[in-house]
């Protein structure tokens, strides 16, 4: 649960993103803002540089209302199964254009990402070349940690925050060794095979102070011994997995027909991926984890439990199919059978031919400059207020889980009022609207 505590402190001096995971997503993020830092494009889609929200003194930008860290003072690191610099793994992710890659190439190429915490038990689609050896998974949680206080003093960061890019783990459930610090710290010991290779980052993130965003829908901070961490080293977490492509407009759509209680009797997903995470997701351990991701966002925003008559035999199919001709330019198909007056139905189809890292390089950057905020703040614990930018948010044991993405908006908007001494507001403003009900 997040805590607050103190007074917001300023975003002095430089900002260290670390991501585990140097592929797609985290190179198209860091050429993206080296570019904007050089007048070569403008950071669309993201909510930090480009979103507004309504403040006492009007219509603002978001970092214009909060003291974020700026674009110029942010130093980017990582680690990757791979070896190639953040150029290279930039060409072969075929994401951006040569041109523009060409434009910051100096930079991207003196990134380098540090060797890897790695298990190929977790993600068996994967070779990693570039992997750390180790004896015990304490002593790899320790190589971690020493990388991390390597980069912040060779790079001069005042403040770091880690955001997860890697590939989803397969899929596995908490058990009894998750469920104390103590009893977690024993299974690192003894290299307890249900300890992942992300629940070493977190683990070594949280143990530095470090604020950890979970961008997979793997089991990695949503444990109650990482929890237990947060809460020692007073540490923000959020989580879990992206929400990027399909699910952004699920959480779009489903909403609306909520909002004009109009039935659905199925809805049925499909999409073609041809990148790392594609490749990856081809295994069928890896794809559950994602679908059990995937399948939980309608349910929370249509309540059947509370609605049957309009979604009480709702059927809801995903699957994800690896087409390496795809690339990064992720294809989504959706077949919506809704029904209407007097059950009569109907059907709604969606393609959306998108890009899935042009996506979700933006979320990673707001992830991160937010996370950072909240440890500013003082808050710790799970961080509600960035479900916004998530599939499956994790949230409180008791605090069921938010899907709807306008009020998800709402929530985060209020979080950043409240942050700077405004009152909250439970949706749009009269002033907000053109013709406002007569006084």
């Known amino acids: 649960m997040t805590e607050q505590k103190g007074q917001l402190a300023p975003a002095n001096g430089k900002l260290g993103i670390l991501l585990p995971g140097m592929g797609a997503v985290a190179t198209t993020l860091i050429a993206g803002v080296l570019a904007v830092r050089k007048g070569g494009g403008q950071p669309i889609g993201s909510l930090t540089q480009m979103g507004k929200l309504h403040t006492a003194a009007g219509n603002q930008k978001i970092k214009d209302f909060v003291p974020l860290a700026d674009l110029e003072n942010i130093e980017f690191g990582g680690w990757d199964v791979y070896e190639d610099n953040v150029y290279q793994a930039a060409v072969k992710a075929a994401v951006l254009d040569e041109k523009l890659l060409q434009s910051v190439r100096p930079e991207l190429e003196a990134m380098v990402p540090m060797k890897a915490a790695f298990d190929p038990h977790y993600v068996k ?24 206080r390597n980069f ?15 590939s989803t783990e397969i899929y596995h459930e908490s ?59 007073q540490t923000p977490v959020a989580g879990k997995d992206f929400k990027t492509g399909q699910t952004l407009m699920k959480t779009i759509v489903a909403p609306g027909l909520s909002a004009r209680a109009l039935g659905v009797k199925g809805w049925f997903s499909t999409n073609i991926l041809g990148n790392r995470d594609g490749l990856v997701l081809d295994d069928p351990d890896n794809f559950k984890t994602k679908e059990v991701s995937k399948l939980s966002v309608l349910d929370s925003v249509f309540h059947p439990e509370e609605n049957p008559e309009l979604y009480g035999d709702m059927y809801h199919k995903v699957r994800i199919n690896y087409y390496p001709p795809a690339g990064d330019n992720k294809e989504s198909w959706d077949n919506i059978d809704i029904f209407g007056w007097l059950g009569y139905q109907m059907q709604i189809k969606i393609n959306f031919l998108c890009r899935d890292s042009i996506l979700a390089a933006p979320l990673v950057l707001d992830l991160a400059l937010f996370i950072d905020l909240a440890k500013r703040a003082g808050m710790s614990g799970i961080q509600e207020w960035l479900s916004f930018y998530l599939k499956s948010p994790q949230t409180d044991a008791n605090i069921r889980p938010e899907h709807d993405i306008f009020k998800q908006l709402v929530n985060l908007h209020n979080t950043l009022r409240l942050l700077m001494n405004e009152p909250p507001v439970e949706a749009a403003t009269e002033e907000e609207y053109q013709d406002g009900p007569a006084v």
Not at 152 to 160: S, T
Request: net charge negative; hydrophobic share 45%; charged share 20%.
């Open 125 to 148: 689609n994967l070779d990693g070349t570039h992997v750390k050896t180790y004896t015990t998974k304490l002593d790899l949680a320790e190589q971690v940690i020493a990388d991390i």
């Open 152 to 166: 912040k003093a060779e790079r001069g960061c005042e403040r770091l925050v880690m955001v997860w890019c890697g």
């Open 175 to 233: 058990g009894e060794l998750h469920r104390t610090l103590a009893g977690f710290e024993e299974g690192l010991r003894t290299n307890a095979a249900n300890i992942a290779p992300s629940m070493v980052y977190a683990y070594a993130a949280l143990k530095e102070g470090v604020p950890f965003v979970n961008g997979a829908p793997n089991l990695t901070v949503d444990v109650p011994a990482l929890l237990e961490l947060a809460a020692t080293t």
